[in-house]
């Protein structure tokens, strides 16, 4: 738990707003306002870890992005996606073993 709190503050760069420990439940939010639930597994939650939807991170400069995940060794998952005049994509694993995804949106010309 507090290992995925520091996973998204420190590495993603989320701001912690809220922290329920008994609970093993946290909220945080991004730079746009978007924010995220995280919490621990248990015979409330018995949501395992990659059995949940996918967090998408809107940036500006995938390639950029990819080598700062790379910088603070995260892992991630297959190779650059890239469709043409639309989006680039890259999937990546937080520390629990939860699927995340960069995105940057291209400009069709």
């Not at 990659?50 to 910088?71: F, H, P, Q, R």
Request: hydrophobic share 40%.
């Amino acid at each position: 738990f507090k290992e995925g709190i520091k996973f998204y503050t420190k590495v993603l760069g989320l701001k912690l707003l809220s922290e329920a420990p008994e609970y093993k439940w946290a909220e945080l939010q991004g730079n746009d306002g978007a924010m995220v639930g995280i919490c621990e597994s248990c015979e409330h939650t018995p949501i395992s870890a990659g059995g949940n939807a996918v967090l998408t991170y809107s940036v500006t400069n995938i390639e950029k992005s990819i080598e700062d995940l790379k910088a603070k060794s995260v892992e991630l998952v297959g190779e650059m996606q890239v469709v043409p005049g639309h989006v680039k994509l890259q999937m990546f694993k937080d520390k629990d073993g939860n699927l995340g995804q960069l995105a940057q949106v291209l400009e069709n010309k």
